[in-house]
Structure formats: C-alpha cells, structure tokens
Nanobody, 127 residues
Framework: QVQLVESGGGSVQAGGSLRLSCAAS???????MAWFRQAPGKEREGVAA????????YFTDSVKGRFNLSRDLTESTLYLQMDSLKPEDTAMYYC?????????????????????WGQGTQVTVSS
C-alpha cells in the first residue's frame, strides 16, 4: 500500500507560481508518480509523470516549459513546480502512483494505469 497526500494548492493570479507536493508513505521502486488534474465538468487529465527510479518524465503539451517535476528520495516526496500559471490551469490536482510495467509514453495519461491516488489539492488561477 502507498498513501499519497497532496499539499501546496491555493489561489494565485495569472503569471504566478505554485509548488505542489505529494508526500508518499514510501517511494515504491519501479513506479511512476504522476500529477493529474480535473476541472469542473471535465475529465481528469494527466499533467506530468516521473519514474521513481530513473527520474524520466512525461509532460502534457499544455504545460511544457511552464511546469517541472522533481523528487526528494529521502522524504519520499514528488514536487510539481508550476510557473506562468494561466486561468485554464485551474483544477483539482491529484497525485497518483502506478507500476512502471503498465506505463509508457502512450499510456501515462490513462488514470486506469495508476493504483494509488491522493485526495487532491485545489489550484485556482485568476485572470
């Protein structure tokens, strides 16, 4: 079992920054840790993912160049640094973990590939 707890959400103006944290009860080897987001009335979408061992990453096109991932192995924490935020980034952000065996460049966005989920943290960007 892996418990995930997100934090760091809040309200910012467009152009601002936030850093989300996902604290895991443990960093399982051979997993991808990912961030998803869900806006009201929309499907949950993959934002970014990182392999817990290699640090390799995936990003959805709309956040490339603005968002970045990092991890602290000693604290078992995944960070999502979000810069140049836009109103369309407004959503509930969720942390997830899934075995890398089932995740690739073509499947990392699929929620079904992730076994563990956090409760989410709200990000609101005003114009």
């Amino acid at each position: 079992q892996v418990q995930l707890v997100e934090s760091g959400g809040g309200s910012v103006q467009a152009g601002g920054s936030l850093r989300l944290s996902c604290a895991a009860s443990r960093f399982p080897g051979g997993y991808y840790m990912a961030w998803f987001r869900q806006a009201p009335g929309k499907e949950r979408e993959g934002v970014a993912a990182m392999h817990t061992d290699t640090g390799s990453t995936y990003f959805t096109d709309s956040v490339k160049g603005r968002f970045n991932l990092s991890r602290d192995l000693t604290e078992s924490t995944l960070y999502l640094q979000m810069d140049s935020l836009k109103p369309e980034d407004t959503a509930m952000y969720y942390c997830a973990a899934g075995r890398s065996l089932y995740i690739s460049s073509s499947t990392w966005r699929l929620t079904s590939r992730y076994r563990y989920w956090g409760q989410g943290t709200q990000v609101t960007v005003s114009s």
